[in-house]
């Protein structure tokens, strides 16, 4: 594709950068006790987490890196951080 | 109708018929006319445009920048140490590919500090990637900034351009000259219609981090829209003749050059010196030409080698020095001939730094070869501020 | 593709990265209508590797130095092209580019009253080139041009008080907040964007890299730094202050340190303890002078 004047990119096209190979550990939503407070959500920096219906998150493992931040967050420990085996 | 008013005044009045939407500057001696007039103008609501005071020229450049990037047609003057302050954002604003004009009122750089004219500061900027244009006469340099917001605004070339004008010889000098109507100037120049810029609408991203995968075709695609500015600077002036009459030729002019023998090449307002030069060497049968440069960037080197053929001796006059190689033009006219045949001889005469007066008479000894040339390519070097004293007689006697 | 989202996923930004948190958090508030700058940087090199962005808004990069001056050139075009109301301007830079290299033309944007938001992503040291200390590293922190040593305990200075020297420039609101607080950013943000001239905030986020600690601390540390009153949460209007986060009941500085590489050498040298002092009566100087707990 040739570059604009001034290499111009497009908006939206980060997406076909799949963070989720950076990954050791991964984060296991157990979706057993979870409250619904959403600090999972709003405290990833990939923006990867969301929610699958009522009190029922998970993340996309496409794009997450597994920091780790959602584990430690969650009040009520309903994510497990677990080392990936790829 | 002619108007006796000052160059920067001139200028002022030939940005405003432009319709800039933001203008941005820091005040530096010879550029203050320019932009204080334009502030007047702004301030009387003559042009419904944006003025905006800023810190230092480092923010004016940068200014400009993010105004143009948002699709606004803008302006900025400076000279000198303010375009070395900016030359970090010069390089920055033709790597986005903005076409920002901006006059550059010629002047030394410092150290020793120095507020007169020569071109030290442009030429020092060659390779930022911005057009370079030079006026000869105050005339030109007012037309030149109508030209040079559509030269860049090309879509084939968008790139930033430099009016460059001798410092207080063009900037502080009143002249009579043709200022241009709102009408006439919308006529010739069209409002600015960039494809993308920063809109919510149409998002983009500028000033993306490029690696070695495309940086070099950043590059690439920059010499090539230089390139073509070739041709679109030449069809400018043409444009501009057919409308308003006035021309000073597109890439390069030149006077009484047909049959010339001796050749002197030049930038800017020296040009008129050099041509009353010539008047007075041809009344005496000498066969002497001018080659004016007006474009230094891009370079017209298939132009200049043509125009230059059939001369025997082309002298270049520099007001401006690489010091550790000497002229700065003339290496590049050398340049441009190698490897061809029925090259004349070319060399550099650097001349008027820091505001020096350059007369006719001085460049008569260029021409006619009765000049000192005692000091590599400097021209009128003072013997007496460049070398030690001769020891008196008594010191001879008191060594011995 | 989603096209409602601001600030996409595919961004390279390191593990537990507190400054791609906050910016994501600014810019869910600040929403489209918005044209954002950011300084050179962690934030600008991790989300737009060309050819891809995760900006779903028009975003410009310059050079390091002038985030405040190009907004200010973006807010003037928009004002001549009649678009002021309806489209925000969004000014972005780290430690560095704000308060060291670009302190002089945010000053000159503060000067000139220009209706931009300006947000400062405070991780505290140069980490895009590698931790060197800035003129936001706090006293005795060890980054790469101010290691700890036999006969040092790391920078020697204290953190420069940007949002005084903000406030100063009489311009109409100033902020710090802390990327553990989302709704404090998020009301601060939507405060800034409803008033008209310049507006600064700074927000602490941690680096895991350069802070060396845990990425899954981010947010924890963060915590602290405001608990323990070393990072004091406050807003100033029209050069008054307004606001403070209260610490009820103050978290000893040990607390915030030791989850940090940066400071281990406090716990390791002799004299440690009387360093960590130091360091603690400069968070008992913020829970006084802003009247914390």
């Known amino acids: 594709m040739k570059l604009k004047p001034g290499a111009i990119a497009d908006s939206h096209t980060s997406h076909g950068n799949l963070t989720g190979s950076w990954r050791t550990f991964k984060p296991v939503y157990k979706q057993k006790d979870c409250t619904g407070c959403k600090l999972c959500v709003i405290n990833c920096p990939e923006g990867c987490v969301f929610e699958v219906e009522d009190r029922k998150y998970t993340c996309n493992l496409k794009y997450c890196k597994g920091c780790g931040i959602c584990a430690v967050e969650c009040h009520v420990n309903d994510i497990e951080m677990i080392l990936e085996d790829k | 109708m002619k108007t006796f008013i000052e160059g920067s005044r001139a200028v002022a009045d030939a940005v405003t018929v432009c319709r800039p939407k933001v203008i941005s500057a820091y005040p530096i001696t010879p550029q203050t006319h320019i932009v204080e007039e334009l502030a007047k103008i702004v301030a009387n609501g003559k042009v419904k445009a944006e003025f905006v005071n800023v810190e230092s020229e480092f923010s004016a450049a940068s200014v400009v920048l993010g105004s143009c990037a948002t699709g606004a047609r803008s302006y900025t003057a400076t000279t000198a140490q303010g375009l070395f302050l900016m030359a970090e954002v010069l390089f920055n604003i033709s790597g986005m590919r903005l076409p920002i004009v901006m006059t550059c009122a010629n002047r030394a750089v410092s150290a020793p500090i120095n507020i007169w004219n020569d071109q030290q500061d442009s030429l020092s900027m060659r390779d930022s990637g911005w057009i370079q244009l030079y006026a000869e006469d105050n005339q030109e340099a007012l037309d030149m900034h109508l030209q040079a917001y559509k030269i860049g605004e090309n879509k084939g070339v968008l790139l930033p351009v430099m009016v460059c004008m001798d410092g207080f010889i063009l900037t502080h000098s009143y002249e009579p000259v043709e200022l241009i109507s709102q009408e006439d100037a919308d006529r010739f120049l069209p409002s600015y219609q960039p494809e993308d810029y920063l809109n919510p609408d149409n998002p983009v991203t500028m000033g993306a981090m490029v690696g070695p995968e495309a940086y070099m075709e950043t590059r690439y695609l920059m010499q090539e829209a230089m390139e073509n500015s070739v041709k679109v600077i030449e069809d400018v002036a043409n444009e501009f003749n057919n409308q308003f009459g006035r021309y000073y030729g597109g890439l390069i002019d030149t006077y009484k050059l047909e049959d010339a023998e001796t050749v002197i090449v030049s930038l800017g307002s020296v040009l008129g010196t050099v041509k009353d030069a010539v008047d007075s060497l041809r009344e005496k049968g000498e066969k002497v030409g001018v080659l004016k440069v007006r474009s230094f960037r891009p370079f017209p080197k298939d132009a200049i080698c043509e125009a230059l053929k059939g001369a025997k001796k082309v002298h270049v006059l520099e007001k401006a020095v690489s010091i550790g190689m000497g002229g700065i033009v003339s290496s590049e006219i050398k340049a441009a001939f190698c490897g061809k045949t029925g090259v004349p001889e070319i060399v550099g005469s650097i001349i008027g730094l820091g505001g020096r007066d350059i007369t006719v008479e001085t460049i008569i000894g260029i021409l006619n070869g009765s000049g000192d040339s005692s000091y590599d390519q400097f021209i009128d070097i003072k013997k007496e501020l460049v070398e030690d004293p001769e020891p008196s007689d008594e010191a001879v006697a008191a060594n011995a | ?293």
């Open chain 3, 1 to 293: 593709m989603i096209k409602d989202n601001l600030f996409d996923c595919g961004h390279t930004a390191c593990l537990g990265c507190g400054e791609a948190l906050a910016a994501k958090r600014v810019l869910q508030v600040a929403g489209k209508d918005v044209i954002t700058t950011d300084a050179t940087g962690c934030l600008e090199v991790f989300t737009t590797r060309y050819p891809e962005t995760s900006w779903g808004v028009p975003f410009i990069h310059s050079l390091f130095e002038n985030s405040a001056a190009v907004a200010s050139g973006i807010e003037a075009a928009l004002k001549a092209l009649g678009k002021a109301d309806e489209v925000k301007v969004l000014a972005q830079g780290g430690d560095g580019g704000t308060a060291d290299i670009g302190l002089q033309a945010l000053s000159g944007m503060f000067e000139r009253g220009h209706d931009v938001l300006y947000v400062c992503y405070d991780n505290e040291a140069y980490m895009n080139t590698g931790v060197q200390r800035s003129g936001l590293t706090p006293f005795d922190t060890a980054t790469a041009t101010s290691p700890a040593g036999k006969y040092s305990w790391g920078n020697e200075h204290r953190k420069k008080d940007i949002p005084a020297i903000a406030a100063a420039h009489g311009i109409p609101y100033v902020a710090t907040s802390s990327v553990a607080f989302p709704r404090d950013i998020e009301n601060k943000v939507k405060k800034a964007l409803s008033i008209t001239g310049p507006k600064y905030i700074q927000i602490h986020v941690p680096c895991p890299l350069g802070w060396r600690s845990k990425p899954e601390n981010t947010i924890k540390i963060a915590m602290l730094a405001v608990k323990t009153g070393l990072f004091p949460i406050y807003e100033i209007e029209n050069g008054d202050l307004t606001g403070v986060r209260k610490v009820s009941e103050p978290v000893p500085v040990e607390e915030y340190l030791k989850l940090q590489g940066r400071f281990a050498h406090l716990f390791k040298k002799d004299g440690g303890k009387d360093e960590i002092k130091k360091i603690q009566e400069l968070a008992d100087r913020n829970i006084k002078k802003f009247r914390l707990n």
